[in-house]
């Protein structure tokens, strides 16, 4: 593992969930058509377009997509807490985690995250998007920085495991955004949700 610039952003795509809703894979899944990337290259060739190293967060199973470095989930089944500390301890600066189950995350929504990560406040170390009428967030897609390690392992320490409430609200950095606009954010977990998936790509 090297020593990131502080500016330096990683790009982690989190793939170590057991898809146990969904009953299989669903890394490998083809929303978008069988002649599509799967949703976990889908996913890191999204990343590439605004980071300039992307690697994979998984447990114990390699990962299928080739040519990204594999950081294996220091804990196990803990969800993706452990995925996102071993990649700050790996990384040693700041990572945008962003889940393998995303198929219509684009981008702009990624851009427009990093444009307001580069204008945080001092003393940020969580920045992502809320949902605006429910006060959501976008835990699965977010930026930590590398200062928010000892947070992390504080927090598995006291054997909590809800990854949007590692950092306290007064060290988040939040962009706003609109249920209307909340398609990006549409994530796969049953296969109720990758029928509706399928059925939004139909109709665009």
């Known amino acids: ?16 969930g057991l898809s146990s809703r969904m009953g299989h894979d669903k890394t490998r899944i083809h929303v978008h058509g069988d002649s599509e990337p799967d949703l976990l290259v889908y996913t890191c060739k999204l990343l590439e377009t605004v980071c300039p190293e992307v690697w994979i967060s998984s447990r114990d199973v390699k990962p299928h997509a080739d040519g990204y470095l594999w ?16 990649s700050l301890r790996a990384a040693q600066g700041p990572v945008l985690v962003l889940s393998c189950d995303l198929p219509f ?3 702009s929504m990624l851009e427009k995250l990093i444009a307001f990560w580069k204008q ?11 949902q605006e009428e429910t006060g959501f967030i976008e835990a699965l897609v ?19 495991y809800k990854l949007s409430r590692v ?24 296969p109720a949700d990758l029928e509706m998936a399928r059925r939004i790509i139909a109709a665009i």
């Open 120 to 130: 945080k406040p001092e003393g940020t170390l969580h920045t992502t998007y809320i």
């Open 167 to 190: 950092v306290p609200k007064e060290q988040q950095h939040c962009l706003p955004y609109v249920q209307q606009d909340s398609l990006p954010f549409f994530n796969v977990n049953y």
């Open 1 to 16: 593992m090297h020593n990131n610039g502080s500016d330096i952003l990683t790009g982690i795509v989190l793939a170590g």
């Open 105 to 107: 995350m684009n981008a």
């Open 142 to 160: 977010s930026i930590y920085e590398f200062k928010a390690l000892p947070l992390f392992e504080q927090a598995v320490d006291d054997g909590m």
């Open 71 to 86: 950081v294996k989930d220091e804990i196990e089944g803990k969800g993706p807490i452990g995925g996102v500390m071993t």
